[in-house]
């Protein structure tokens, strides 16, 4: 069955840093994956998502995400943090008509 | 509307009450879905609507959770004898896509429900 694993709970990051958020993914066919940010106390907001058509995906915000089937993974960056940045990100891969999420990875930006 | 709508936002029940949650999806959407999101977890799957048709429901925790979408448009989540695992986030979320996998799913902001 589809599913995602993202490795780290928590990542904090200086402002000004590179953020990365890591995302694996299992999937017995091309998988179509998203990455979705919540700001507290709100729903999902879509960053970017995967759907085989260029491996390098670039989303909202700044971040881009890469698609690498060798290390089936689809790892989510920022060059630079922002204060703004701070959030919970979740990694998702669509299985039939539903998303399954990853458990997320709570990113904290230190000034 | 311009987004998926989820009202209310805020609900304190208590234990053994009944609630209804409802979610108005984007206009012109045709799938719709209801997600469970605990606190410090990833949203879970609960059920999937196609128009008025429910085709998934293997989500639902147990047979006090019962959802419907009667004229294919807004949907409505209820619980019946409420506990308190029941205390989580509540999403609903559409798209525009009958199985389109690469679509764009649209979350609402959710209903937080707590039971005492």
């Known amino acids: 069955a589809q599913s995602v694993t993202q490795l780290g709970s928590h990542v904090s990051v200086s402002e000004g840093a590179l953020v990365l958020l890591r995302c694996n993914y299992s999937s017995s066919v091309p998988p179509y994956l998203f990455w979705y940010v919540q700001y507290p106390n709100q729903g999902l907001q879509l960053l970017l998502k995967?759907?085989?058509?260029?491996?390098l995906v670039k989303g909202i915000n700044g971040f881009e995400a890469e698609f690498k089937k060798s290390e089936t993974s689809f790892h989510l960056t920022k060059p630079s943090a922002h204060m703004s940045d701070a959030a919970e990100y979740f990694c998702a891969v669509r299985r039939a008509e539903k998303l399954v999420f990853g458990k997320g990875t709570k990113l904290t930006v230190n000034p | 509307g311009a987004g998926v709508s989820q009202s209310p936002r805020y609900k304190v029940a208590k234990r053994g009450q009944d609630v209804a949650l409802r979610c108005d999806p984007i206009?012109?959407?045709?799938?719709l879905f209801w997600y469970q999101q605990a606190l410090g977890q990833g949203p879970e799957f609960l059920t999937y609507?196609?128009?008025?048709?429910?085709?998934?429901k293997s989500g639902l925790p147990s047979d006090r959770f019962f959802a419907e979408r009667p004229e294919g448009s807004v949907s409505t989540l209820k619980i019946q004898r409420t506990q308190q695992e029941d205390s989580a986030v509540y999403l609903c979320?559409?798209?525009?896509?009958?199985?389109?996998?690469?679509?764009?799913?649209?979350f609402g902001e959710g209903s937080w429900l707590t039971v005492v």
């Open positions: 995967y759907t085989s058509a260029a491996t």
């Open positions: 979320a559409s798209s525009a896509d009958r199985g389109a996998l690469g679509n764009t799913i649209y």
């Open positions: 609507f196609q128009n008025e048709a429910q085709l998934d």
């Open positions: 206009s012109g959407h045709v799938s």
